[in-house]
């Protein structure tokens, strides 16, 4: 996948929770909450 190895990827992940990690819990706490919604829209349209 675009050359990109494991050990790549294992850096970045390292990188990112350096950078992030303080306020990774609150993004995907966020990112969780807008998908819930979405999903919610969607199954009351449907209906």
């Known amino acids: ?3 990109i190895g494991t050990t790549e990827l ?3 992940g390292i990188v990112v ?3 992030f ?3 990774l819990p609150m993004a ?8 819930k919604q979405f999903k ?3 199954n009351s349209d449907a209906t």
């Not at 995907?28 to 998908?35: A, C, D, H, I, R």
């Open 40 to 42: 919610e829209g969607i």
């Open 28 to 35: 995907m706490k966020s990112l969780g909450q807008g998908f």
């Open 21 to 23: 990690g303080t306020r």
């Open 17 to 19: 929770l350096l950078l």
């Open 10 to 12: 294992i850096v970045v």
């Open 1 to 3: 996948m675009f050359g």
